[in-house]
């Protein structure tokens, strides 16, 4: 599947540790975030959904042009990673991205 997308989606991102029952990042989410990025997809990391997603997030930011390339929208990731948006605003934010994608 990850190889017919142009766009991936990553939130959340924690498991259940089988041993402590600890919540904990997800480390097969970064596989996915690799394998994803390698065949040329845009990552959308939701950073305010925490664990992993906001670890990729951090990633995204840091090279944004590596990954998204397109400056006009570095502001609707940087609201990706607001704690204080609810769901809905959010959710908004994401087909805003996607909107501004396919038209590039």
């Known amino acids: 599947m990850l ?5 991936s989606i990553f939130i959340f991102g924690n498991k259940k540790d089988a041993e402590t029952g600890d919540i904990v990042n997800a480390n097969g ?3 996915e975030f690799e394998i994803s990025t ?3 997809t845009i990552p959308i990391p939701v950073g305010a959904t925490g664990f992993t997603a906001n670890d ?6 840091e090279d944004f042009n ?3 390339g397109i400056d006009s929208l ?3 990731y940087q609201d990706l990673e607001d704690h204080k948006k609810s769901d809905k605003e ?3 934010t994401i087909v805003k991205i996607i909107n501004e ?4």
């Open 3 to 7: 190889f017919n997308v142009g766009i």
């Open 29 to 31: 989410m970064v596989e």
């Open 38 to 40: 390698e065949n040329g």
């Open 56 to 61: 990729l997030w951090k990633t995204v930011m």
């Open 66 to 68: 590596k990954f998204v």
């Open 74 to 76: 570095k502001p609707l």
């Open 90 to 92: 959010l959710i908004e």
């Open 101 to 104: 994608l396919i038209k590039h």
